[in-house]
Each structure stands twice: as structure tokens, then as C-alpha cells.
């Protein structure tokens, strides 16, 4: 167990439906990072927030948003789904400031049908 | 912003040899330098991170380089086992960055017993 939970770890949903993915990240840990990962693809940078404000913003649809509320935990919100929104979703955290290493979770995997 | 290119995309090595991954980074303000390993369908976990008022870092069969002046550092595994096959990631932060990890494309390592 990293310290970094996520669920649900699966999601099967149809196109078009609306899914929350959910983030606690390990304790103490203030930065919260979201990234989508397709089958073959690297790490592709979503948002960031920091002790609940929005810190940096990467290739996020419209149809995405997240926010992070004050116990810390981080909500990721996708609507209108469609095929290729199918995925994996890690939530990963850090210590506060530049010179940490992430701590990822075990992330969501998305499946659009 | 920071820009980080990671080569080779794959790699196959025989058991015992050494790899070598490489990357360069854009952002000469970036201080911090993890690399990370992912195996198939699981979360990417950190291995070894380097600063940047350091040449070199070791951790067993593991090393990482840096060199600021040409901006790059590089990933060496020697004595390669099966169990080192994964993708690995490295990544560059620091500067006005607020913590956010800029991946490289990541390298595919295949060890052959």
C-alpha cells in the first residue's frame, strides 16, 4: 500500500455517462496530481492542485474537471465519456514545494463502452 | 515550460548485461531528477532520484547520472534480471514548477533469460 488510495480501481460505463474517480493522498502530503495513461501511452499530465487550489493545468479536456477538497482528497470528474476516454487514471501526491517524488496510487482503470 | 525526452522508447537486453536509459531535460532550473518503474498494469513507483548538487547517485544494481551543464541524466542497471523488465519513466522538476513532475516518453525494457 502506497498511502495513496484511489477507487473505484475499475469503472465500466457507456458513452456519454458522467464518472467521479476519487483520490486520498498519503497523509501529510498537500499536492495532489492527476494523469492519464492509455494502453501504450506514458504519463500524461492532467491537473494539479495544492491544499485545495488548482496549481497547474496540462492537456484537461473540457469535459474533465477536478477539484480538491479541504480534508485534501481529490475528486476527478469526466462527462460526456467517450471511447477514448478509456484508461488508466493515477492520482499521485507529494510533499510540499519542488524536490519531492510523487507516490502514485494503484489508479482507476476506465473502460468506455 | 519543462520539456523532458527519454531514449530509447525500447530496450532488450540478455540477462546479466547492463542498460543504459537516457534523458534530457529544457528547463535549466530543474533541481530534481526521479526515475520511476512501471510493470504492466500497475502503479509507477519511484527507484532512484537524483538533486542537482549531485554527480552521481548508486543504489545497488541501480545508478543515476547527471550532468547539468549538457542537461541530461541517464538510468544505468547493471547485472540485468528478468525481474527488471518494465517501463520506466524518468522525470525532471524544479524551478516555478510547483512540484509537477514533467515525464520523459518512457522506455520499455525487456530482459531475456
Known amino acids: 500500500d502506497s498511502g495513496v488510495t484511489q477507487t473505484p480501481k475499475h469503472l465500466i460505463t457507456a458513452t456519454g455517462q458522467r464518472v467521479t474517480l476519487r483520490c486520498s493522498p498519503r497523509s501529510g502530503d498537500l499536492s495532489v496530481y492527476w494523469y492519464q495513461q492509455s494502453l501504450d501511452q506514458g504519463l500524461q499530465f492532467l491537473i494539479q492542485?495544492?491544499?485545495?487550489?488548482?496549481?497547474a493545468k496540462g492537456n484537461i479536456l473540457e469535459r474533465f474537471s477536478a477539484q480538491q477538497f479541504p480534508d485534501l482528497h481529490s475528486e476527478l470528474n469526466l462527462s460526456s465519456l467517450e471511447l477514448g476516454d478509456s484508461a488508466l487514471y493515477f492520482c499521485?501526491?507529494?510533499?510540499?514545494?519542488?524536490?519531492?517524488?510523487?507516490?502514485f496510487g494503484s489508479g482507476t482503470r476506465l473502460t468506455v463502452v | 515550460g519543462e520539456n523532458v525526452e527519454q531514449h530509447p522508447s525500447t530496450l532488450s537486453v540478455q540477462e546479466g548485461d547492463s542498460a543504459v536509459i537516457k534523458c534530457t531535460y529544457s528547463?535549466?532550473?530543474?533541481?530534481?531528477f526521479p526515475w520511476y518503474k512501471q510493470e504492466l498494469g500497475k502503479r509507477p513507483q519511484l527507484i532512484i532520484d537524483i538533486r542537482s548538487n549531485v554527480g552521481e547517485k548508486k543504489d545497488q544494481r541501480i545508478a543515476v547520472t547527471l550532468n547539468k551543464t549538457a542537461k541530461h541524466f541517464s538510468l544505468h542497471i547493471t547485472e540485468t534480471q528478468p525481474e527488471d523488465s518494465a517501463v520506466y519513466f524518468c522525470?525532471?522538476?524544479?524551478?516555478?514548477?510547483?512540484?509537477?513532475?514533467?515525464f520523459g516518453q518512457g522506455t520499455i525494457l525487456t530482459v531475456h533469460p
Open positions: 528547463d535549466s532550473a530543474s533541481n530534481y
Open positions: 522525470a525532471a522538476t524544479g524551478g516555478t514548477s510547483y512540484g509537477k513532475l514533467t
Open positions: 492542485y495544492y491544499n485545495g487550489e488548482e496549481r
Open positions: 499521485a501526491s507529494s510533499g510540499p514545494g519542488a524536490g519531492y517524488g510523487y507516490t
